[in-house]
């Protein structure tokens, strides 16, 4: 794309700041700024046209049956057999999405590369990866490991993982694949500036990581291993059992499209997203979506109706997704603190929210894969999300569900 082109689609955009500095740049920044206007993802401006309405008013939200700890104790043995066999037939993998900035605990780097420990150093990734360790002894196979990272931590996540000899596993068998950009906006829908030569753009969220496992080429490996089963996990808990026989075998064993591990909502208001019935399809209702009267809704053993928080923990079965792959999910329009190019020339983070982020989620893949088995989990035993650096799933609580759970720090 040369300058003229350029400056006509931005200007059929309404975008012509990205030019702003055009004039003042070498011709290597020139070339930089050109390629990247070309390459800007334009379905953001729909997105802020045509918000999707996520308010659930037009939803027909019923409770959901699922799996509870007692149940699950009932069969555990059962299900863990075959849980045990499908790994170790290769039938499983594992997928970690790791593309996200981790803003809200504001250290430079990618989130899994954050030391947790105390008296010695113990990272996230490392510590995720003891857990899969566990899996692996036990079914004496290695579980295909796959790595989503974004632009932005993609060559650290990378050197850092080799750094590590790749915790355990030979350096072949972990594919990284990087996940799409979106741009990011001020308050006007107008694409900020990161340097001079660089529109801001930030990973588009987690819910497009098959469609960039695909497009890295890396459906085909998935095939050639034998894989029929994905089980994605956030990389911010600490207490991630990841590829679970149990949960594996409990999945495969009711026949559903994808089971997701859930803790149960100790009180009606719990803020926290709970998987649902929308009609014959599985959904999503946010807390502040339900009515006070579903919320305080109980079945006939007294426990809440809604009651399934999902921790981003799923096992998705790859042909379903390979027949979903082309669906639209719905875009979600995030404020956030955007990193950009002041007036005075300097990129700077502000203290405050600025602008708008595009977000598409995986749990919104949930309702395309028609089927679902929400799983209970011990939330002390396996939830320990890193959000923020204090307080409320922060650092310092995690670090105490570690210790509680006999990981020395
Ligand atoms: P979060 O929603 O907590 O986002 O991600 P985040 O970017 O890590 O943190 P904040 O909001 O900026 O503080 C949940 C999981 O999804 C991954 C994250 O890496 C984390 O494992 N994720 C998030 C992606 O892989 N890509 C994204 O674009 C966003």
């Known amino acids: ?26 011709e290597a920044g020139k070339a930089k700024l050109l390629a990247a206007i070309e390459n800007i993802n334009w379905e953001f401006e729909d997105a802020l046209k045509n918000p999707v309405d996520l308010s659930g008013k037009d939803r027909d939200i019923r409770p959901i049956a699922g799996l509870r700890l007692a149940d699950i104790a009932k069969r555990k043995s059962e299900y863990e057999a075959i849980g045990v066999e499908a790994i ?8 970690l999405l790791a593309g996200g900035m981790g ?22 990734f490392e510590q995720q990866m003891r857990n899969l360790a566990e899996v692996n002894e036990k079914c004496g196979v290695r579980v295909p490991l796959y790595i989503m990272t974004s632009d932005k931590n993609h060559d650290q996540t990378t050197s850092f993982w080799k750094e590590h000899n790749y915790f355990g596993y030979p350096e072949t068998e972990v594919k990284f694949f990087k996940q799409d950009m979106a741009p990011a906006v001020d308050y006007n829908g107008k ?5 001079k030569d660089t529109p801001a753009l930030s990973p588009n969220g987690n819910g497009g990581w098959f469609n960039s496992l695909c497009r890295a080429g890396l459906q085909k490996d998935l095939h050639e291993k034998g894989v029929e089963w994905l089980n994605i996990y956030a990389v911010d808990n600490v207490l991630q059992r990841i590829a679970d026989p149990v949960f594996v075998g409990a999945t495969i064993d009711a026949g559903v499209n994808c089971g997701a591990k859930v803790i149960c909502k100790t009180e009606p208001k719990e803020k926290v997203g709970v998987i649902c019935m929308d009609g014959d399809k599985p959904d999503i209702i946010e807390y502040y ?5 579903m919320a305080n809704q109980r079945d006939e053993d007294g426990n809440l109706s809604y009651c399934y928080g999902a921790i981003m923990n799923y096992l998705f079965r790859l042909s379903t997704l390979e027949k979903i792959v082309e669906q639209k999910i719905p875009v979600h329009i995030v404020e956030k603190k955007i990193e950009c190019l002041c007036e005075d020339g300097v990129t700077r983070k502000p ?16 309702k395309p894969m028609g089927s679902i088995l929400p799983f209970e989990v011990v939330r002390e035993k396996e939830f320990a999300p890193i959000k923020n650096k204090t307080g409320v799933d922060s650092v310092e609580s995690a670090r105490e569900l570690l210790k509680g759970n006999g990981v020395e720090l």
């Open 103 to 124: 803003t809200r605990l504001g250290v430079d780097g990618p989130k899994g590369a954050y030391n947790i420990g105390i008296t010695k150093p113990l990272y996230i």
């Open 1 to 26: 794309m040369n300058f003229e082109q350029a400056k006509k689609l931005l200007e059929s955009k309404g975008q012509t700041q990205l030019l702003r500095y055009y004039d003042e740049l070498d």
């Open 191 to 195: 694409i900020f500036l990161e340097t």
């Open 88 to 95: 170790k037939a290769g039938k499983v993998a594992a997928v």
């Open 351 to 366: 203290e405050k929210e600025n602008g708008k982020k595009f977000e598409t989620l995986a749990v919104d893949l949930i």
């Open 289 to 293: 979506e339900l009515t006070e009267e």
